[in-house]
């Protein structure tokens, strides 16, 4: 549980990442309503969904899809999601991202300095996958840091935001 992880790294001010569990997905999440303290021995049900791919902009994305932002206060980082351009869409597990997974641009992230590029995955070490972790947690500011745990979904596969497995570098976890 990513955003978990999150929360007890920012009120115990610990700044080491044992990448534990997925980011929950921009819009909810499995977190309940209570305190940071009771959130440690709570549990939360399975959140299945689907890897899409990571993006700043539509030119991220595959022909007919769209980046679609987490939240526009913190950045345009999002997924690419299907049917942009009011052609109905194409099928969005089909293929990954078009972009290059360049640079970064600053406009992406805005909430906070991210650890990582989701985009490149750079500087995780190998088995890490760079995320956005802690959405879904109200008590909780989203981050972009390296997570390893059982990142091994690949594009359009299965994953779950809260028991694994989860996505690839380069992919975020889409709940249904």
Same mark, same amino acid.
């Given at each position: ?6 929360a007890l790294? #920012?009120? =115990?001010?610990?700044g080491?990442?044992s ?6 997905s *921009?819009?909810?999440g499995?977190?309940?309503?209570s ?8 549990e ?5 969904g689907?890897c899409?791919?990571l993006?700043?902009?539509? +030119?991220?994305? +595959?022909t007919?899809e769209?980046?679609t ?5 913190a950045?345009?980082? *999002?997924?690419?999601?299907? *049917?942009?351009a009011?052609?109905g869409?194409?099928?969005?597990? +089909?293929?990954a ?5 360049g ?5 992406c992230? =805005? ?7 989701? #985009? ?7 088995g890490? +996958?760079?995320d956005?972790? *802690?959405?879904?947690?109200p008590?909780?500011?989203?981050v @972009? ?6 990142? =091994?979904?690949?594009p359009?596969?299965?994953?779950d935001? @809260?028991?694994?497995?989860?996505? @690839?570098?380069g992919y975020?976890?889409v709940?249904?």
């Open positions: 549980m990513r955003w978990l992880f999150v790294v #920012l009120t =115990t001010g610990c080491s990442n990448g534990d569990g997925p980011p929950v *921009g819009s909810g499995s977190a309940g309503s305190s940071l303290n009771d959130a440690a021995y709570e939360y049900p399975p959140e299945p689907v899409r791919a993006c700043c902009s539509n +030119a991220d994305c +595959a007919g769209a980046c932002p987490f939240d526009t206060n950045g345009t980082l *999002g997924v690419c999601s299907p *049917g942009w009011g052609d869409g194409t099928d969005p597990d +089909a293929g991202s078009s972009g290059d997974g640079a970064f641009p600053e406009s992230w =805005t909430l906070n300095d991210p650890e990582c590029n989701p #985009l490149s995955n750079e500087p995780c070490d190998v890490g +996958a760079c956005v972790g *802690g959405q879904g947690d008590q909780t500011e989203p @972009v840091s390296c997570y390893y745990d059982d990142n =091994t979904q690949g359009g596969e299965t994953c935001n @809260v028991d694994g497995p989860f996505c @690839v570098p975020h976890c709940p249904n």
